[in-house]
């Protein structure tokens, strides 16, 4: 079974994304251009957004174990000073980038941290955060690109750890699903498969192995299995593009019902 991404890949990941992020930015015709998947902001806002992440993270990250977000983090999102001039908006950013890759570096992997997925099937440490924190970087490059025109594919291998870290991090839960037991399988064009199970003890995931002929028809099947390349998934999971764009077979209605669902407790 394929591993998981390393520790270095992943700080190799979210410096390459940022560049990409940055680039895309360089080239906008616009700062103040609406962006298309957070229609509530505008590219500079999202700017903002991204480094202000990463500043954040960087300092929950050199706080170590904490219950809550430690205050120094929340005083650096809170005095955010973000330049509007686009040049010194670019040098702020990836700053921002640097921050966040010294703390990890400095942390290592395996250090606690607090984090908003406690009851997750994701770790409160900063490999976790660093994991997380690779998609976060993506994703809104994705969103940087498609403002300015041309939007680009994940990068495959951080695309396929993107499906997992999604659903470990954001589906899992231990609150009750409303609805009558169900699982939802997602399955890589690549090759690599999970089934999302949900029921009275919450929401879980893990690794299946990938359909063939023999298997397609198994009892066992999902409600509903989605079907795409881990770039598409990862953009459909994140709500920036439709079901309809990709594959759904079994009962679509049940997708509608999983984006629907607010979990009590996470």
């Known amino acids: 079974m394929e591993k998981n991404l390393e520790f270095p890949d992943l700080l190799r990941l979210i410096e390459e994304r940022s560049i990409a992020f940055r680039a895309a930015v360089a080239a906008a015709p616009s700062l103040d251009a609406q962006v298309p998947t957070c229609p509530e902001w505008t590219l500079f806002d999202l700017v903002k957004h991204l480094g202000g992440g990463d500043r954040f993270w960087a300092a929950i990250v050199g706080a170590g174990p904490a219950d809550a977000p430690p205050a120094e983090a929340t005083a650096a999102r809170a005095a955010l000073e973000v330049p509007r001039e686009r040049e010194a908006l670019l040098a702020w950013l990836a700053a921002s980038t640097q921050l966040l890759l010294s703390a990890l570096r400095e942390a290592g992997p395996e250090s606690g941290s607090w984090t908003w997925w406690?009851?997750?099937?994701?770790p409160q440490t900063s490999g976790g955060i660093a994991r997380h924190r690779a998609q976060e970087?993506?994703?809104h490059t994705y969103d940087t690109q498609l403002t300015g025109g041309a939007p680009q594919p994940l990068p495959v291998e951080?695309?396929?750890d993107g499906v997992e870290e999604f659903l470990f991090t954001v589906c899992a839960t231990p609150s009750a699903?409303?609805?009558?037991p169900t699982a939802f399988d997602f399955h890589t064009t690549e090759g690599r498969s999970w089934r999302l199970t949900v029921d009275g003890d919450g929401a879980r995931s893990a690794r299946i192995p990938a359909p063939t002929a023999a298997t397609s028809g198994d009892s066992d099947a999902a409600g509903a299995s989605v079907h795409g390349t881990a770039s598409e998934l990862v953009l459909y999971l994140y709500d920036r593009i439709p079901a309809e764009s990709l594959q759904v077979d079994?009962?679509?209605g049940l997708l509608d019902q999983?984006?629907?669902?607010?979990?009590?407790?996470?």
């Open 137 to 139: 970087t993506a994703v």
């Open 258 to 266: 999983l984006r629907a669902w607010e979990p009590e407790e996470k």
């Open 118 to 122: 406690p009851a997750s099937q994701s």
């Open 177 to 180: 699903w409303p609805h009558k």
């Open 250 to 252: 079994g009962d679509a």
């Open 158 to 160: 951080l695309a396929l």
